[in-house]
C-alpha cells in the first residue's frame, strides 16, 4: 500500500499562491493517475485536479486557470501549483493515486494526513 505525505500548505492572503507536494513511498508511475482533492470543513471531499499517467490533466472548474498539476516520476512526488488563491480555497489538500475502471478513475483511498490551506487577509 502506497504513503502518501502532503507538505506546503500555510496562510496566505487573497492573491497569493502556494505550492503543494505530495511524495510518495513508491513508484508514482504505476498508477494510472494521481489526484489532488480538497475538503472544506461541513463539505465533501471534491477533487481539485488530476494527472493521468500519460501527463493528461483534468481540473474542477472553481480552479482552471489558477491551479495547475503536475508530477515528477524521478521524485514519485505530485505538485499543485495554486496562483490567485482565493477564501473559499481554504481547505484541507489530499492527494491520492487513483485507479482506472470501465471508462472512470477512482480514488483508491490511500489519503495522507493532508495539508491545511488557509486563505485570509
Known amino acids: 500500500q502506497v504513503h502518501l505525505v502532503e507538505s506546503g500548505g500555510g496562510l496566505v492572503q487573497p492573491g497569493g499562491s502556494l505550492r503543494l507536494s505530495c511524495a510518495a513511498s513508491?513508484?508514482?508511475?504505476?498508477?494510472?493517475?494521481m489526484a489532488w482533492y480538497r475538503r472544506a470543513p461541513g463539505k465533501e471531499r471534491e477533487l481539485v485536479a488530476r494527472?493521468?499517467?500519460?501527463?493528461?490533466?483534468d481540473y474542477a472548474d472553481s480552479v482552471k486557470g489558477r491551479f495547475t498539476i503536475s508530477r515528477d516520476n524521478a521524485k514519485n512526488t505530485v505538485y499543485l501549483q495554486m496562483n490567485r488563491l482565493k477564501p473559499e480555497d481554504s481547505a484541507g489538500y489530499y492527494c491520492d493515486a487513483q485507479g482506472y475502471n470501465s471508462g472512470s478513475y477512482f480514488p483508491t483511498g490511500n489519503w495522507g494526513q493532508g495539508t491545511q490551506v488557509t486563505v485570509s487577509s
Open positions: 513508491e513508484s508514482i508511475f504505476r498508477f494510472n493517475a
Open positions: 494527472i493521468t499517467s500519460g501527463g493528461s490533466t
